[in-house]
């Protein structure tokens, strides 16, 4: 492949990343043959695979999904999970959100002192 053309394609994986898309080796080729190069779609997918497998091992956050195209998503931590709550309470859970002074909790009265 033309040093230009590697170029174009290691660009259009990059800019795919950056905007947390998810992408095929086709669309790498399409975006590369639409900024003028012209490259062989099998060129382009060892490139786009090599990489990414690369990139993945070095800690990217995307995985490859297997279906009837092999594609890159991003990995998300957002599935909703209510365990995703952070348990620990703040101190306003335990001051209370009343303004009473006699609600507030004084350090003495969290260390005991009387």
């Not at 335990?94 to 909790?105: R, V, Y």
Request: charged fraction near 30%; glycine fraction near 8%; charge should be negative.
């Amino acid at each position: 492949m033309k040093q230009e053309v590697t170029f174009a394609c290691m660009n259009a994986v990059m800019d795919a990343i950056t905007a947390g898309k998810s992408f095929t080796a086709y669309d790498i080729t399409t975006t590369v043959r639409g900024a003028g190069h012209w490259a062989e779609h099998g060129d382009v997918k060892k490139y786009v695979h090599d990489r990414m497998q690369s990139e993945i091992k070095s800690g990217l956050e995307y995985e490859k999904v297997f279906g009837k195209f092999v594609s890159y998503q991003p990995i998300s931590d957002d599935d909703g999970d209510a365990d995703d709550v952070d348990p620990t309470p703040t101190m306003a859970d335990l001051m209370g959100d009343s303004d009473d002074d006699e609600d507030t909790l004084t350090m003495a009265d969290l260390m005991g002192d009387d």
